[in-house]
């Protein structure tokens, strides 16, 4: 079977910590590409660099988007100044 899509091939090359809520993705100064496993500090099961692709892990947590809350700028607008739905968010001071 060939993936034409990079990121699915890329996917199925990583496995599981693609998608992992615990992997960090990192390039080395050489440009090499690695992942690392995050729960190797409070677990000494896991491998920091596990070896992939990794198909089972007991560790795995689909990643979830991180939300952080708006910055004042972000509040502002590009107008400068909040609107109505800000304020209703209880965004306003
Ligand atoms: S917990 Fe498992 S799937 Fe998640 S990053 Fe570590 S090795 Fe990869």
């Given at each position: 079977m060939v993936h034409r899509d990079p990121v699915e091939r890329h996917n199925l090359e990583v496995g599981l910590c693609s998608i992992c809520d615990h992997a960090s993705h990192k390039v080395s100064v050489k440009g090499v590409a690695y992942w690392c496993c995050c729960r190797v500090s409070s677990e000494t099961v896991f491998r920091r660099y596990p070896t992939l692709p990794v198909e089972?892990?007991?560790?795995?947590?689909?990643?979830?988007?991180?939300?952080?809350?708006?910055?004042?700028?972000?509040?502002?607008?590009?107008?400068?100044?909040?609107?109505?739905?800000?304020?209703?968010?209880?965004?306003?001071?």
């Open positions: 089972k892990c007991v560790g795995f947590e689909i990643k979830t988007p991180k939300t952080t809350p708006p910055t004042a700028r972000q509040e502002r607008g590009p107008s400068g100044t909040r609107d109505a739905a800000s304020e209703s968010k209880g965004f306003a001071r």
